[in-house]
Nanobody, 122 residues
Framework: QVQLVESGGGSVQAGGSLRLSCAVS?????IVWFHQAPGKKREGVAG????????YYADSVKGRFTISQDNAKKTVYLQMNSLKPEDTAMYYC??????????????????WGQGTQVTVSS
């Protein structure tokens, strides 16, 4: 069993920054941040393989967002810089125990947090 608890969401103006945290209990090989705006499907934003540290990013956030992990704190972070209004969404942390699948597909994950809202105003 893997339990995930997100925190760090909030409201910020365009160009600002936020750091999201995902506290992880249990063993997971991959942890991914997804976002979902109202009326849209849930999309992968950034992922990290916990053993190797290998990271993946959606094209829309490359160069702006950074995913990282603190093994001692059992926490995965998403540093979000240069935020845009289109980044506004609920952000979810997801995890699982597989390797080699398509990281950005929400249906591949069995474990989810409750989500944290990010709102970016123009």
């Amino acid at each position: 069993q893997v339990q995930l608890v997100e925190s760090g969401g909030g409201s910020v103006q365009a160009g600002g920054s936020l750091r999201l945290s995902c506290a992880v209990s249990g063993y997971a090989t991959i942890i991914v941040w997804f976002h979902q705006a109202p009326g849209k499907k849930r999309e992968g934003v950034a992922g990290i393989y916990t053993n190797s540290g290998l990271t993946y990013y959606a094209d829309s956030v490359k160069g702006r967002f950074t995913i990282s992990q603190d093994n001692a704190k059992k926490t995965v972070y998403l540093q979000m810089n240069s935020l845009k209004p289109e980044d506004t969404a609920m952000y979810y942390c997801a995890a699982d125990r597989w390797f080699g699948r398509t990281w950005y597909e929400a249906g591949k994950y069995n474990y989810w947090g409750q989500g944290t809202q990010v709102t970016v105003s123009s």
